[in-house]
């Protein structure tokens, strides 16, 4: 028998019972578009993830002194002090690495900002006047502070959209000139960052920046000329590597250390970054994948249970078929075609439904939350439901077909 | 009319077959040994009462069901030896059926029925002529749009012969054929097969009235799974075309 007639003869058995074939569709569509919407909002929780960590700063290399060791216990993360300013200028040297466009150090000191009767907690860092560029920053107003801000201990400030929003209201053109203090330290603000966007790895723009020496003299409670971090500029993204490994080379003669696993710091590029992160919404996605596909092993077992009726109800039909010639192979063919035809096309409806939902959701996306991602629908996802739900109306359908063939005629004739 | 298979040798031998059934705990034999054989162009009639095996031996003989022991030879070939797929080949292309109850396949239109035989042969040019064409010699070419629900029982009949013959079977077997229609629908679905066996198509009916009999050439007698009765008799009905 040819697959055209096989088709056409499970479409006919189908819209025999037209509700239940469309019932049974429907539990296989909930299933492809469960899929596709789930991966859709996993994978636009990657995309967005990426685009954060782009937004950090392009090609850029953070190195953080190593965790301080006392007496062979290590303190945790960040603990040591073995990162120094002349370190930072010996990144900067050309000559000793050449992919470095350039490095700047980054002292925290988180404090409350105070502005008239308004108060706000925001990050606080020190920093030199090559901060806006390798972290990323446009400004709505004013401009950075100066290296001869820096020389003085200036006590002049940067502050981002988050900062201005809430202690001038958002207009950051009146922010510029006022005086705020910082620890009960009066600084003047300089400049404003333009908005980032809101981000999952924190708000980037809920930032103020210092002159690193203000930030030592004034805002330090006392530690000292404390480096937390140097983050590193690579000329672009081909030298990130390289730009890395001069780094790591400039530190380790500085630092008197020959063998690279006794380091005293560590390197983080951002490629490192948007692997770590990758990996963590890549399974993000599986999860949400696999919870949807088992509505879609469930829609399955609905196509089975509904083969199944169709089998006992249309025994006699066998029995006339196989009377008048039909072989097993044909009889199965008819049944398989039908449930895989149930699913396939399930399977096809689900798929405009989830990608129309997940576009929907797409546009709706801000409204909901703002820390809500966009849905990105992906292709291999699209493609993988229907494989999978064509896949699942054949397994499911072999053994009810099967029951259907292995039928002995004279059994299925007297069958009332 | 639909011209017939050229003549071959006898068609179907059966040599002490026995037909055993298993209900439960309880075996039941259906058929205790019977033997007997059918030339090509008989028109022959198996009679006997509910129970008697009939049925059984027209399974047997359609290939719809295999004896427990025993020999049945259809053209020559022990049916025994042949797999299911074989069988399927035989029920399509040398024996064609018409059923007590029909057996129409519902929602599918009179035409489709018909054409249905030559789907399984694997027929891909000429099949909805051929299917035309064979309700056509049952008369029911204007019919042929109507699904089996829009047809009267003479009609549904009717086209079932059609269905059995559209594959140009040398043997016809019908199954109580008359059982489900009034009088008037009988005795055309038997003249209709009697012209198929004037024109040289066995022809193997089941019945249990004797004036459906009467229109068979010889007439077979079962009782309790065992041959009674074999005689050749006159056809005692006159058929005018």
């Known amino acids: 028998m040819k697959l055209v007639e096989a088709l056409a003869l499970a479409i006919s058995g189908l819209s025999a019972n037209r509700l239940r074939s469309a019932l049974t569709m429907l539990g296989i569509?909930?299933?492809?578009?469960?899929?596709?919407?789930?991966?859709?909002?996993?994978?636009?929780t990657s995309v967005q993830v990426q685009k954060q960590v782009q937004s950090l700063g392009a090609n850029i290399i953070t190195i953080f002194p190593s965790n301080q060791r006392v007496g062979g216990v290590s303190q945790g993360f960040g603990t040591g002090q073995t990162l120094t300013q002349a370190d930072v200028d010996a990144l900067n040297d050309k000559s000793q690495a050449p992919d470095i466009v350039t490095a700047i150090p980054i002292a925290q000191a988180n404090g409350i900002m105070v502005y008239q009767s308004q108060n706000w907690f925001a990050q606080t860092s020190g920093s030199t006047p090559d901060f806006p560029q390798v972290r990323n920053y446009d400004f709505s107003a004013g401009a950075m502070f100066t290296t001869g801000d820096v020389n003085n201990s200036a006590k002049v400030v940067v502050i981002g959209q988050t900062v201005v929003d809430n202690l001038f209201s958002g207009d950051f053109n009146s922010a510029i000139g006022q005086s705020i203090k910082i620890n009960r330290q009066s600084f003047r603000v300089v400049g404003t960052f333009a908005s980032k966007g809101?981000?999952?790895?924190?708000?980037?723009?809920?930032?103020?920046?210092?002159?690193?020496?203000?930030a030592w003299a004034y805002l330090s409670g006392g530690r000292g000329r404390n480096i937390g971090q140097i983050v590193v500029q690579a000329t672009d993204?081909?030298?990130?590597?390289?730009?890395?490994?001069?780094?790591?080379?400039?530190?380790?003669?500085?630092?008197?250390?020959?063998?690279?696993?006794?380091?005293?710091?560590?390197?983080?590029?951002?490629?490192?970054i948007q692997n770590t992160l990758g990996q963590i919404t890549g399974i993000l996605t599986l999860v949400l994948g696999a919870i949807a596909a088992i509505s879609l092993v469930v829609g399955g077992i609905g196509i089975m249970n509904i083969m199944l009726v169709t089998v006992t109800e249309r025994t006699r039909e066998i029995g006339?078929?196989?009377?008048?010639?039909?072989?097993?192979?044909?009889?199965?063919?008819?049944?398989?075609?039908?449930?895989?035809?149930?699913?396939?096309?399930?399977g096809i409806l689900g798929i405009v439904v989830g990608a129309g939902l997940s576009t929907?959701?797409?546009?709706?996306?801000?409204?909901?939350?703002?820390?809500?991602?966009?849905?990105?629908?992906?292709?291999?996802?699209?493609?993988?439901?229907?494989?999978?739900?064509?896949g699942i109306g054949l397994f499911f359908g072999i053994y009810p077909a099967n029951r259907a063939a292995i039928l002995k005629p004279i059994e299925a004739l007297r069958y009332e | 009319m639909i011209p017939a298979q050229p003549v071959r040798?006898?068609?179907?031998?059966?040599?002490?077959?026995?037909?055993?059934?298993?209900?439960?705990?309880?075996?039941?034999?259906?058929?205790?040994?019977?033997?007997?054989?059918?030339?090509?162009?008989?028109?022959?009639?198996?009679?006997?009462?509910?129970?008697?095996?009939?049925?059984?031996?027209?399974?047997?003989?359609?290939?719809?069901?295999?004896?427990?022991?025993?020999r049945y030879l259809l053209d020559g070939v022990d049916v025994r030896m042949l797999n299911d797929n074989q069988l399927a080949a035989i029920r399509n292309r040398k024996i064609g059926f018409v059923f007590q109850s029909f057996n129409l396949i519902p929602r599918s239109t009179a035409l489709h029925n018909v054409e249905m035989p030559l789907i399984y042969a694997g027929l891909t040019r000429n099949r909805r002529q051929r299917a035309m064409a064979a309700l056509d010699a049952v008369g029911l070419a204007d019919r042929a749009k109507h699904q089996p629900s829009e047809l009267s029982g003479g009609q549904q009949q009717r086209v079932a012969v059609a269905r059995a013959?559209?594959?140009?079977?040398?043997?016809?077997?019908?199954?109580?054929?008359?059982?489900?229609?009034?009088?008037?629908?009988?005795?055309?679905i038997m003249r209709l097969l009697v012209e198929l066996n004037d024109d040289g198509r066995t022809i193997v009916l089941i019945t249990h009235e004797n004036d459906i009999?009467?229109?068979?050439?010889r007439v077979v007698r079962l009782k309790d799974g065992l041959i009674l009765e074999d005689r050749v008799q006159e056809r005692r009905v006159e058929v005018s075309a």
């Open chain 2, 213 to 217: 009999a009467a229109f068979a050439k």
């Open chain 2, 9 to 70: 040798a006898p068609t179907i031998e059966l040599e002490e077959v026995v037909k055993v059934y298993r209900m439960g705990n309880i075996q039941v034999h259906a058929l205790r040994g019977v033997s007997f054989s059918v030339a090509e162009g008989e028109f022959l009639a198996i009679m006997g009462a509910s129970g008697s095996g009939k049925s059984t031996l027209m399974n047997i003989i359609g290939c719809l069901d295999l004896p427990s022991s025993g």
């Open chain 2, 165 to 188: 013959l559209v594959t140009e079977p040398a043997i016809l077997l019908a199954d109580e054929p008359t059982g489900n229609l009034d009088s008037e629908s009988s005795t055309e």
């Open chain 1, 29 to 44: 569509l909930i299933g492809v578009a469960a899929v596709i919407v789930l991966v859709a909002v996993g994978n636009g």
């Open chain 1, 198 to 214: 809101s981000s999952g790895l924190g708000n980037q723009d809920n930032v103020a920046v210092v002159p690193i020496t203000a």
């Open chain 1, 237 to 272: 993204a081909s030298t990130v590597s390289a730009a890395q490994s001069e780094a790591t080379q400039v530190l380790l003669n500085r630092h008197n250390i020959g063998d690279p696993s006794q380091a005293d710091f560590t390197t983080q590029s951002q490629q490192d």
């Open chain 1, 320 to 346: 006339i078929r196989k009377a008048i010639g039909a072989r097993r192979s044909d009889i199965l063919l008819q049944f398989l075609i039908e449930s895989m035809f149930l699913s396939g096309f399930g």
């Open chain 1, 360 to 390: 929907y959701l797409a546009t709706i996306a801000s409204r909901i939350s703002t820390s809500f991602p966009p849905p990105v629908v992906s292709i291999p996802s699209v493609l993988l439901a229907f494989g999978v739900s064509v």
